[in-house]
């Protein structure tokens, strides 16, 4: 499973990428806000140290402005996915833009029928929302397994992102139902090196180390 990080932290991005944890990085408007940025800038920045996919949002409704947007953000660099809205606007700005041969991120995603119909109208990713289901007591990991199990059934290309990842449960999890993606902040990234049962056992080797009074250094 490919990790992105879901994130404009340039620094943040960058240490993950040094340890070979970054296949891709995810944004968004939100996320954008949240760095303080200009969208060109800081996205040019994200690309020149990420190779993978970097997803940059439109922020238009209107498929016509969506499709004038997308364009601009391909110009940031090569690896830019330009990511669209699931409306039917979305869809009709990922048809023309997939068609041009531009990676397409089609987003916030809630239903097998709209990952359907997203597959259908060329999108390189499908962005399912997991912790967002789960707010409103609906299963957001049942729904990228059924994602797979249809896009599986009839041999579609589009690869599931999965996004709203909030724990490290969310992420083993979409790893065993096959999800090609999970997109992170980089504290849960972090976070997945962590075990109670780890820190128990490194402080019991530090102590009985310390007893026996050697050095290796």
Known sequence: M????????????AELNDLGM???VTTNPSIILKSGRDIMEVTKEICSIVSGPVSAEVVSLTADEMIAEGRKLAEIAPNITVKVPLTWDGLKACKVLS???????????FSVNQALIAAKAGATFISPFIGRLDDINLDGLELISDIRD???????????LAASIRTANHVAQCALIGADVMTAPPAVIKGLASHVLTDKGL??????????GQKIL
Do not use: H, P, R
């Not at 490919?2 to 991005?13: H, N, R, T």
């Not at 068609?99 to 995603?109: A, F, Q, R, S, Y």
């Not at 402080?203 to 310390?210: I, N």
């Open 150 to 160: 249809v896009y599986d059934n009839y041999g579609f290309e589009t690869q599931i």
């Open 2 to 13: 490919k990790f992105f990080v879901d994130s404009a932290d340039v620094a943040a991005i």
């Open 22 to 24: 970054v296949d891709g």
């Open 99 to 109: 068609g041009e041969g531009k990676m397409v991120n089609v987003t916030l995603c």
């Open 203 to 212: 402080d019991q080797f530090v102590k009985d180390w310390a007893k026996t």
